[in-house]
């Protein structure tokens, strides 16, 4: 008797075949576009290190939002630039600040767009540390109130989802308090539970003009050789009363994002970060990768690993590729 072989190659055969049998889908609405919102501008500026991307006014990111959700990208994730910054960040909690305006202006021309603010002090402080810094160690506990002071500033401009993306300890819990006090019990929050002390944060830091003036961030942010941290930090954040925990960067820890998939029972999001989305592009650019394939592929991948939303520089140029193929799921298709 012939001994029968696997045959795989069957569900590969045809583009209908391989989408009839694909494991992992991606959709429009799992994405979730940063944005820059500067004060004071009057155009785009564009971001050399972060191709296609600019800061933007509060008017031109309203614009942009509107755009986004035309392609049925599900979310906008907003981070301020101040016009002048200090000690303790105080233009974070400027209820006319650029976050707050662009919030008001997107829910006002799309009110359908989830809105999320990220909450943290780097971008507001002038040493460009996350938190409040006594004898030049950042504090924890004194960055606690700061923290909820954007968080409401934020919940009153009318955004969806608080994400703190700080990394001091008991964040969620003082911002879980204080927005249910204040009655926006509704208002979910998206923790970023597993922010690593990452390489690849460069370009963010030359978009947003935080780069600490002095140390750095691994006090307070997580060490790169370590995943069992993660998975406690992540249930720590949904007792204190997360709705959704963050992995941040994205591929360099895929690992993370399936370990703290495994572990918590609220949905995972997984940062595809700005180093991520530079390298792409200058390989691109020198004819080493092709982009769309690289961008869909390494898309996926964090999805795969377990991540249910990502926030990804590439949200557009996906949603566009969804949208041209007329697919309701992503399609990983190359031409050689």
């Known amino acids: 008797m ?21 494991e992992t889908h991606l ?42 959700a035309a392609l049925g990208v599900g979310s906008v994730l907003l981070f301020g630039i101040p016009g002048t910054k200090d000690d303790l960040g105080s233009a974070a909690w400027n209820p006319d600040g650029p976050v707050p305006q662009a919030i008001r202006r997107i829910k006002h021309d799309v009110p359908d767009l989830v809105v999320w603010a990220d909450v943290c002090l780097c971008e507001y402080t002038s040493h460009g540390h996350c938190g409040v810094l006594c004898d030049g ?16 500033a934020y919940a ?3 955004a969806d989802v608080i994400a703190p993306s700080d990394m001091m300890d008991g964040r969620v819990a003082a911002i879980r308090a204080a927005l249910d006090e204040a009655g926006f019990h509704d208002r979910v929050i998206v923790s970023y539970a597993a922010k690593y002390a990452s ?27 370590n995943v069992c941290e993660a998975v406690r930090e992540a249930l720590a954040d949904v007792r204190e009363g997360a709705d959704v925990v963050m992995v941040k ?59 249910e939303l990502l ?26």
């Open 249 to 307: 960067p994205g591929l360099p820890y895929l690992d993370v994002i399936r370990a703290v998939r495994e572990r918590v029972d609220v949905p995972v999001a997984a940062y595809q970060v700005s180093g991520e989305y530079a390298m792409l592009h200058a390989a691109a650019e020198r004819g080493w990768v092709d982009l769309t394939r690289a961008m869909h592929e390494s898309s996926i991948a964090l999805r795969r690993a377990g991540a």
């Open 199 to 225: 390489a690849f944060y460069g370009p963010f830091r030359d978009a947003a003009g935080s780069t600490p003036q002095q140390g750095d961030r691994r006090g307070y942010q997580m060490d790169p050789a």
């Open 137 to 152: 160690e950042v504090d924890n506990d004194s960055t606690l109130p700061l923290l909820v002071r954007a968080s409401l």
């Open 27 to 68: 959709q429009a609405s799992q994405l979730v576009a940063p944005l820059f919102v500067g004060e004071g501008l009057t155009r785009r500026e564009p971001i050399a290190s972060m191709p296609g991307h600019a800061r933007l006014s509060p008017e031109l990111a309203a614009r942009e939002a509107a755009d986004l």
């Open 311 to 336: 926030v990804t520089y590439f949200a557009r140029e996906l949603a566009q590729s969804l949208q041209a193929a007329a697919l309701p799921a992503f399609v990983v298709e190359g031409r050689s």
């Open 2 to 22: 012939k001994t029968s072989i696997l045959r795989g190659r069957r569900l590969r055969r045809t583009p209908a075949l391989r989408a009839m049998a694909r």
């Open 156 to 158: 009153e401009a009318g």
